[in-house]
């Protein structure tokens, strides 16, 4: 894992990469409600409860928070690909401007995006700011918004491409 382990007075939000390899940076931490729905196995239920009993705070993000996020992933074209606890997770970061401990492209993709900084749970953090579109497999239509099927030719094969 990289980054600096003696940073305390930054706050750490935690995704479940974090209990899932039972590894974070010292300091404040935080994570939110649903990221207990996520942790399958026993030994990161056990994490979780641990670093519960140890400071761990559980934080739900604001409203505001998270239309700010939402808006901002449209921006990248992550929207479609994160979940409403990815979400919260980016709210939280973005509200207390901590850094977010994850392994997962699109929650690094719109923090860095955001300004935040990023910590890989696995080494793996992304290179670059990436912004998506989405493009029909049979006409080749280019368009901002993923849509089920093509407005121009009717396929459904729609799929991420890289914009930028």
Not at 72 to 85: I, P, R
Not at 123 to 131: L, S
Request: aromatic share 8%; with cysteine; proline share 1%.
């Amino acid at each position: 894992m990289e980054g600096n382990y003696m940073q305390t007075d930054v706050w750490n939000i935690l995704d479940t990469c974090a209990f899932f390899t039972q590894m974070h940076p010292n300091g404040k931490i935080a994570t939110v409600t649903n990221i207990k729905d996520e942790i399958i196995n026993r030994q990161s239920k056990q994490y979780y409860s641990n670093l519960k009993s140890k400071g761990l705070k559980i934080i739900e993000p604001v409203t505001e928070s998270l239309d700010f996020i939402k808006e901002k992933a449209k921006e990248t074209g992550d929207l479609d690909v994160l979940s409403l606890t990815d979400i919260k997770i980016l709210a939280l970061g973005y509200e207390l401007q901590g850094t977010i401990i994850s392994d997962d492209f699109a929650i690094q993709n719109v923090s860095l995006y955001n300004g935040l900084d990023v910590i890989s749970c696995s080494g793996k953090k992304i290179k670059e700011i990436r912004i998506w579109k989405y493009r029909c497999s049979a006409c080749k239509l280019v368009t901002d918004k993923k849509s089920e099927t093509c407005n121009i030719c009717g396929s459904n094969d729609i799929f991420r491409i890289k914009a930028k």
